[in-house]
Structure formats: C-alpha cells, structure tokens
C-alpha cells in the first residue's frame, strides 16, 4: 500500500512509528561514537521491527483479527467469542443458560434443543473444544461440558448457535472435555468426575463409598449420543486425546476415593488412567459389558487390572492433562506437587502389552513452581505451564526436560512471567492441534485484584493476551471478564466459515416449519391466526419496520404459539419478537423462522413489539395481542 492509500489515522501512526524510530537511532548514534550504525545494525533493527509489527496485538477500528478465540462463560453457562488479539467480544452464544436477548430457554425450538434439561436455567461450562480433521480444527462444531448439570452440548460453527445437549447418564458432573483429533473426530470425550454409586436410585449403597465410581464418556460427536462408558478405579478430573487416533488420557485427583479434602489428598501420588481406543471398540463389539439404571448404555470394566486401561502413578492430585502438537507428549500437571508428569505416548503400546511398567512411560517430571494446572505449545519445542499458587507461567524446553530426567545437565527452564493473578488454563493459537504457531498465548487469571477500577467486592477475572513469537513471553494486554473462563481456544479464521443469513431449510426451525405446515400455513407468504382448542397459533412474517400481522385476538388463558418469519434478506438485520408482562423475547435473525409458546395470562390490550434495532421505524414495529376475558 503507498503513503497515498493509507488512511488518514494510519499515516498518523506510521509517522509517529518513525518519529520514536528516528529518536532511538539518534540516541544510539550519540551514545556509540565510536561504533557507528552498520548497514547490518540497520537490518537487524529493522528486521526485529518488522517482526513485532507481525505480532502486534493494536488493531485499529475497522481491522479484523487474525483469530476467533472460543472462550467458556464457566458458571454464567455460555460461550463466547472474542477476537484475538484484540480480545474483543464478538459474540456470546448461550448454551446452558437463558438469555433474554436472543430467547435462548424461553423459544420452542431452543427448548427442543435442551431437551430433558429444557426446564434447567443454569450451567457450568468449561471445557470448548472444536472438531478435527487430522489433528486441524475443521470450523465444524464446538463441544462444550456443563460440570453442574452433567451435559454436554455441541455449538454449530456456521450459525455459531448450540444445536445439540445431552444429560449423560450413569454419571455426575461432566469435567474434562476434549475431541478425537485423529483421524476426525469421531467421539467427544469427557470424564464425570463426581464418584456416585452405579445405581444412583437411593435404594442401596449410599453409605458403601466402596460402590462408588467415576466413568469415563466416550459420545458419538454427530448423533451426540454415549456410545459407551468406562469404569475406573478413582475419580477423573481432565482428559486429551493423542494424534494418532488410539489413546486418551485423563487426570485422576482421587484416587483415595475420600469423601472429604483431607481424604482426597492423603497420597503422595494418584495417577493417569489411558485408555486404549481399538481395545474399548473392540469390547463393546463383543458385548464384554453390562448396563446400569434402566438404560442401553454399554459400561466397560476399565478398573486396574482390566487390558482397556492401564494406570501411572503421577505426584500428586495433578490437574490438566495436555497433549503436546507434536504428537509425542501427554503432560499431567501435578497442582500439588511442583512438577508436570511428560508421558511418551510412543511407549504405550509397550505399556499395554506389558513389556514395561507405568512409570516407565514417563520421560521428564520437571519442576516448574507452585500450582502447575495446565500446559500449553508452541512449535518450537516450548511449554508454557500455568503455575496458580506463584501466579506465574513456567516456559520450558520438552527435549531439555527430557534430558535432564535423564541426568545431563541442562536447564529445560527458560522464563517465568508474572501474571495477574493465579492463572488457570492457558491457551497458545491452535496449541491443542498440528497448526500451533507459536504466536500468542492467552492466560487465564482467576482473580484480577488491583488491575481493575475496583467495581464492589465481586471482581471481574483477568484473562492476560502474552506475545510469545519472541525468545520471550511478553504480557501484552489485560482483559477484564464476567465469570469465569475456565478455557479457551484459538482458531485462525481461515478455518472459519460462518454464514450470514440463515438458509430456509434450516435444521434448527426444520420443526416449526414442519408444525406451520400442518396447519396449511406458509411461512414466508402467511400471516395467519390458527385456533385449535385452547390452543392458538399466531403466524406472522416480519420486514423491517413491520410485523405482517398488527393486531390478533385471544381468549384468556388460551397458550399461545407466536410463529415470527424474518424475511429481511439483508445481512445483521436481526429482529426481535416481545410481548409485554410475559417474560417472552426472541431473536429472529434475517431469513429465520422462530417461536415462542406463552399463556394468554392477563386481559386486555397487550402490545408486542421488536426488540431487536432494525429500522429508523424500529419503535414503531409493534402490534396488539387482544385477550378477552
Ligand atoms: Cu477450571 Cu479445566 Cu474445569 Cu483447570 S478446570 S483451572
Ligand atoms: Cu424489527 Cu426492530
């Protein structure tokens, strides 16, 4: 681009750029007479410049960021996208919550989705993670866990709406979530972490701690359906999958199996269950399984001693399990204990054959500092562990770990940064698959303390953007959060292909429309008020800044299914359906077909109106529902 087709803005902050430029090079001129500035120098500078200015994270108003960061809402149930490495907020995708604004809960075809949780308002989300092809991000789905309710639900990337949830039986309280990432991903896995009787009817064995047990869940990613369980011995707490389509790996925190914290962390070490994929196939194939609390779910024995799994002690109550871009690696990180357990994935075919034992399979335990939770890649060999209690992030060499293991002397530690405060997860751009860049990582902080206009005793949380393109971790940006992302995920947007309007054979309306149709109504040409019983049916289009029906009528305590049909084929021209003093919004996105049941509660004159902005005439889009008494 020439100086002349810059922008106004732009060709402000370049000059400026040069200006401090300029500043410096006169400054180094003075101070080193006796070394003058070599062509070279300049290179270099300028080289060290360009490469900054590659991994900048100012992007100007107008600019689009080079990533979609999937953010967890934790305990505000949702999902959000933010750019990075602006970390705008794009975009907030309700999952287990309700929300007003876009009538995620409230309208018929969301309900559907929730299913046999339609009547729950709350979650506990932690855990995103997108679908892989070949160990790449393929802009397909994003799974997400509900640790309160024990759901999983599934987000689909092109409308970037949830389109699936399912309760998981036989469990209590969905933890550790991730995908299959060779050779696609077939299953979602995730690990129920609470240790419940397998009966869980309340008629026997409350008090047997014993009885009590932990499954992992292996779900069909496109029927999102189990498609079988595995009982361990111990509990589970985080989970990863290798690149080569064969093992999974999850945390165990209690292996006592204690019911209380002193009891939870009485040993010194618990451990890493890995399960063997072809060898579970293979079981439920054979019917090697039995089923618990009335369902067809198949439960595997993948107890000690079972050939499904095999467990390595690890120190102590360990926490994330992360599974290095390589391939090569699964790193427990010990919370407890000062250090990361590295796992050499090649050795565990030798591991379940029996030709060596557990702890044979781990090749490093680096000391990294107080609290490691979870480890993050780059693609030059780097670990980037979270450490809670330093509040610090621990950058070290694998290989070097590796080595010094192996009694050379090396330091495999390369940085500690500080962060502010007490990190959780973090996440490096495309980390968790074959794409890791190296570029950016984000940190997780759970408290923000004094780096915020305090705003009352509850606090936002910090999540930290760090360039680490350089030999070092730089913090970059502070960004202020509502509770609580436990995790994150950074796509490049090339991986992207998110819709603009809404095709009419949508899936996700597929069932109203079908409804509409039986009742001899056309979606996008009717407007039309259908009685059935107590039973009415208002179908109604809408074109900003009209609604196709200003006025229907109906008895008092009739339910009422308002059907609204967004016909605008303009992109962003969303609009909305509220009808006053009943709890009743949606959002109808251009091209959508949406709707929402309600009892015609209270007398008179009751005004719905958009609540969606659409239209210089927005207020005045708005029309009478007339209930008789
Ligand atoms: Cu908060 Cu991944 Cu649920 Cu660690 S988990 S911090
Ligand atoms: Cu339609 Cu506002």
Known sequence: MSKEELPVNETQVENEERRKFFGKTALLGAGAVAAPMTAAMFASMAKAQAAEAANSPVIHPGELDEYYGFWSGGHSGEVRILGIPSMRELMRIPVFNTDSATGWGLTDESKRIKGDSAHLHAGDSHHPHMSMTDGRYNGKYVFINDKANTRVARIRCDVM???????????????????????????????????????NDGKSSLEDVGSYRSLFNVIDAESM???????????????????????????????????????????????????NLPRCEAAVKAGNYKTYNGNKIPVLDGRKGSDLTRYIPVPKSPHGMNTSPNGKYFVANGKLSPTVSVIDISKLDDLFSDKIKPRDAIVAEPELGLGPLHTAFDNKGYAYTTLFLDSQIAKWNVEDAIAAHNGKKVNYLRQKLDVHYQPGHNHTSAGETRDADGKWLISLCKFSKDRFLPVGPLRPENDQLIDI????MKLVHDGPTYAEPHDCMIVHRSKMKPLKLWPRNDPMFAETIAMAKRDGVDVYTDNKVIRDGNKVRVYMTSIAPTYGMNEFKVKLGDEVTVVVTNLDQVEDVTHGFCMTNHGVQMEIGPQATASVTFTADKPGVQWYYCNWFCHALHMEMRGRMLVEA
Not at 174 to 197: D, S
Not at 239 to 268: H, P, Q, R, V, W
Not at 469 to 472: I, K, L, R, T, V
Request: charged share 25%; proline share 3%; hydrophobic share 35%.
């Open 225 to 275: 359906e189990v498609a079988f369980q595995v009982m361990v011995d111990g509990n589970l707490d985080n989970t990863d999958a290798d690149y080569d389509g064969k093992y999974f790996a999850s945390t165990c925190y209690n292996s006592e199996m204690g019911m209380n914290l002193a009891d939870m962390i009485a040993s010194e070490r618990d451990h890493v269950v890995v399960f």
């Open 469 to 472: 393109s350089g030999d070092e």
């Open 161 to 199: 709406k949830t389109d699936k949830m399912l309760t998981v039986p036989n469990v209590q309280a969905i933890h550790g979530l991730r995908v299959q990432k060779v050779p696609y991903t077939k299953y979602v896995i995730c690990n129920g972490e609470f240790e419940i009787p397998m009966n």
